[in-house]
């Protein structure tokens, strides 16, 4: 099994700072691309940010500029630093992973359990 275990989220006013930090652990041999999605209440998840093994990034537009994602490859860690944040930012972050569990074959997506971001005005 693998599991994804957020952590970093909470309560903050407009204009401050959190970090968010995700841990991939269990039945790992590689994982490709990792990412930081939120949802709203009775809206889909949204891609926030993502980045690949190799460092390569993408970023919602709505967040280019104050939020950065990085990873740590060796650790299995993927971290999103946002800055700037505004009411709108408030929702339900997770993680997700591209993981292959053993050579050669298919490679699945997990998720993390989800951590609340509350932007206050």
């Known amino acids: 099994q693998v599991q994804l275990v957020e952590s970093g989220g909470g309560l903050v006013q407009a204009g401050g700072s959190l970090t968010l930090s995700c841990a991939a652990s269990g039945s790992i041999y590689s994982i490709n691309g990792m990412g930081w999605y939120r949802q709203y209440p009775g809206q889909q998840r949204e891609l926030v940010a993502r980045?690949?093994?190799?460092?390569?990034?993408n970023y919602a537009d709505s967040v280019k500029g104050r939020f950065t994602i990085s990873r740590d490859n060796a650790k299995n860690t993927v971290d999103l630093q946002m800055n700037s944040l505004k009411p709108e930012d408030t929702a339900v972050y997770y993680c997700?992973?591209?993981?292959?569990?053993?050579?050669?074959?298919?490679?699945?997506?997990?998720w993390g359990q989800g951590t609340q971001v509350t932007v206050s005005s």
């Open positions: 980045i690949t093994s190799g460092g390569s990034t």
């Open positions: 997700n992973a591209e993981v292959q569990r053993k050579p050669y074959v298919q490679w699945l997506e997990y």
